[in-house]
Nanobody, 131 residues
């Protein structure tokens, strides 16, 4: 069974940093059980639609970021740990949201920022940035 466990959220002041983790189980990052997935981070603020933040293709490490986080957020993977990280720096109050990670092997290119492509989702982790 594919499972994704997101963690690392919390309360931070504007300008601060947080690192989110997305630990995967039920598949590995080596082209096994579900092929070569893309792993994406999405967020949903109160009263807003869920939006793509950053994503990474496991097979080649290519990453994409939304314009709102480009230059501030970094997504990376640890194949040995089967975990994807989202390093968030220079946080702003508008980054406040519940952050979700998702995985799917049928996602290509920058489409990994589009939530509709993903079948596997983890629970969210709350990130709150105070001004």
């Amino acid at each position: 069974e594919v499972q994704l466990q997101a963690s690392g959220g919390g309360l931070v002041q504007a300008g601060g940093s947080l690192r989110l983790s997305c630990a995967a189980s039920g598949f590995t990052f080596n082209g096994g059980e579900i092929g070569w997935p893309a792993i994406g981070w999405f967020r949903q603020a109160p009263g807003k639609e869920r939006e793509g933040v950053s994503c990474i293709h496991v097979h080649d490490g290519v990453t994409y970021h939304s314009d709102s986080v480009k230059g501030r957020f970094t997504i990376s993977k640890d194949n040995a740990e089967n975990t994807v990280y989202l390093e968030m720096n220079s946080l702003k109050p508008e980054d406040t949201a519940v952050y979700y990670c998702a995985a799917d092997p049928s996602v290509f290119g920058s489409s990994c920022l589009t939530q509709g492509w993903y079948d596997y989702w983890g629970q969210g982790t709350q990130v709150t940035v105070s001004s």
